[in-house]
């Protein structure tokens, strides 16, 4: 990620929270895949990985959809 001029407080946040969201989720994928493997086996974790992936597509669709809303709002916005 670029780094931001630490007066853009607007950014600052965005990229912070950026950082937190994918920080947390590698924290989810690691340490729960690394517990699921440890108490169940391999393939308890590979259906753990399975569910986690399937378990994000609606969030990543609703991010999405909120990225493509924010777009449209900026280009109507400008003219």
Do not use: H, N, Q
Request: with cysteine.
């Amino acid at each position: 990620m670029k780094d931001v001029s630490p007066r853009d407080l607007r950014a600052y946040a965005r990229t912070t929270t950026a950082r937190l969201i994918a920080g947390g989720l590698l924290v989810l994928v690691v340490v729960g895949g690394v517990l699921v493997y440890a108490i169940y086996g391999r393939s308890a974790f590979f259906s753990a990985l399975a569910c986690i992936g399937i378990g994000l597509v609606p969030v990543i669709f609703v991010i999405l959809v909120i990225a493509g809303l924010e777009t449209v709002r900026r280009r109507m916005d400008r003219g």
